[in-house]
């Protein structure tokens, strides 16, 4: 398993990282039960995987705790908080309770990295205000160890919170949307987490867009209406055929990994699955080789200014 600096935690971490939530949940919404589950976060330890991200809306912490019961001090957790939640804004006290629960449900007395969760420009001001006061609280008692905040990238496609929260410079870990079908990260958080040394997780790598052709299909098509891509450049009925012509790309999921994996500014890719198999694929996707230059280039020829879809 490759390894990379975590920006300026200095975490030495797997550059694959296994993420609890998404459609599967570690298969446990697909009808797996909990030791299946389990399964699967102790099968990512085992192929090398030592960056675990789960949260309390996942409803995985259990499994995480239980997978990694005896081997806590080889992997680094991230779990989450909402800062708001039925149209409630989440309280210090509401916050300090859901990070006790949280190390209880993973079997631990700190978390490595606690993030506010799916923040929206509306209400970053209240985390910066009220909340990241707390939280350096909380580290200085050593229950976490770095600051984390993640996007909502299905309602923020073009970064609208990271405009706001990078040049606070308030947070260590930050988790971004990003896929060959959205690279707008590249031109609008990336410059900012690079000079500011601020690690990043690479959510969305692979949604249903890039798993399913005829989702693509359907997405490619809203861009073609919307006048942001040109019918002429893609062929309709198979329109990312040319990467999986090319002799070095076994599939679009493969693709899509590897895109996002070999990003400047591109840390930890996640995956999330409820399959052994299927991760293992992944895994093996995410440490591949960068793609040929030409088909890089024609991804961002043809996508390059996308900032309206999350692909999923």
């Given at each position: 398993?490759?390894?990379?600096?975590?920006?300026?935690?200095?975490?030495?971490?797997?550059?694959?990282?296994?993420?609890?939530?998404?459609?599967?949940?570690?298969?446990?919404?697909?009808?797996?039960?909990?030791?299946?589950?389990?399964?699967?976060?102790?099968?990512?330890?085992?192929?090398?995987?030592?960056?675990?991200?789960?949260?309390?809306?996942?409803?995985?912490?259990?499994?995480?705790?239980?997978?990694?019961?005896?081997?806590?001090?080889?992997?680094?957790?991230?779990?989450?908080?909402?800062?708001?939640?039925?149209?409630?804004?989440?309280?210090?006290e509401g916050l300090r309770e859901s990070l006790e629960k949280s190390l209880a449900r993973l079997g631990t007395d700190?978390?490595?990295?606690?993030?506010?969760?799916?923040?929206?420009?509306?209400?970053?001001?209240?985390?910066?205000?009220?909340?990241?006061?707390?939280?350096?609280?909380?580290?200085?008692?050593?229950?976490?160890?770095?600051?984390?905040?993640?996007?909502?990238?299905?309602?923020?496609?073009?970064?609208?919170?990271?405009?706001?929260?990078?040049?606070?410079?308030?947070?260590?870990?930050?988790?971004?949307?990003?896929?060959?079908?959205?690279?707008?990260?590249?031109?609008?958080?990336?410059?900012?987490?690079?000079?500011?040394?601020?690690?990043?997780?690479?959510?969305?790598?692979?949604?249903?867009?890039?798993?399913?052709?005829?989702?693509?299909?359907?997405?490619?098509?809203?861009?073609?209406?919307?006048?942001?891509?040109?019918?002429?450049?893609?062929?309709?009925?198979?329109?990312?055929?040319?990467?999986?012509?090319?002799?070095?790309?076994?599939?679009?999921?493969?693709?899509?990994?590897?895109?996002?994996?070999?990003?400047?500014?591109?840390?930890?890719?996640?995956?999330?699955?409820?399959?052994?198999?299927?991760?293992?694929?992944n895994v093996r996707a995410i440490t591949a080789p960068p793609l040929p230059q030409e088909l890089s280039e024609r991804?961002?020829?043809?996508?390059?200014?996308?900032?309206?879809?999350?692909?999923?």
């Amino acid at each position: 398993m490759q390894k990379i600096r975590l920006g300026r935690t200095g975490l030495e971490v797997s550059v694959a990282g296994l993420g609890c939530g998404g459609h599967s949940r570690l298969g446990l919404a697909t009808g797996h039960d909990e030791s299946h589950a389990v399964r699967v976060v102790e099968t990512a330890l085992d192929l090398g995987i030592d960056f675990i991200d789960t949260a309390r809306a996942y409803r995985t912490e259990s499994v995480v705790g239980k997978a990694i019961s005896g081997r806590r001090d080889r992997v680094v957790i991230s779990t989450k908080v909402s800062p708001a939640r039925g149209g409630q804004l989440l309280s210090v006290e509401g916050l300090r309770e859901s990070l006790e629960k949280s190390l209880a449900r993973l079997g631990t007395d700190y978390v490595d990295i606690f993030h506010l969760h799916g923040v929206r420009a509306s209400s970053y001001e209240h985390c910066k205000r009220e909340l990241v006061p707390e939280l350096l609280r909380l580290r200085e008692a050593g229950k976490i160890r770095f600051l984390g905040i993640t996007e909502q990238f299905g309602g923020d496609t073009g970064h609208e919170m990271f405009s706001r929260a990078l040049p606070d410079d308030l947070f260590d870990v930050i988790m971004v949307g990003f896929n060959l079908l959205n690279p707008s990260a590249r031109q609008r958080v990336f410059p900012l987490t690079r000079e500011r040394d601020v690690g990043t997780l690479i959510m969305f790598a692979v949604r249903r867009a890039l798993s399913q052709p005829n989702v693509l299909v359907e997405i490619l098509e809203q861009l073609v209406a919307a006048g942001k891509l040109r019918a002429a450049a893609i062929d309709s009925s198979d329109p990312l055929g040319f990467l999986t012509a090319h002799p070095n790309v076994e599939s679009v999921v493969q693709a899509a990994y590897r895109f996002c994996r070999h990003e400047p500014g591109a840390h930890v890719v996640l995956t999330g699955t409820g399959s052994v198999a299927h991760l293992e694929s992944n895994v093996r996707a995410i440490t591949a080789p960068p793609l040929p230059q030409e088909l890089s280039e024609r991804l961002r020829d043809l996508f390059g200014s996308i900032d309206s879809i999350s692909a999923n």
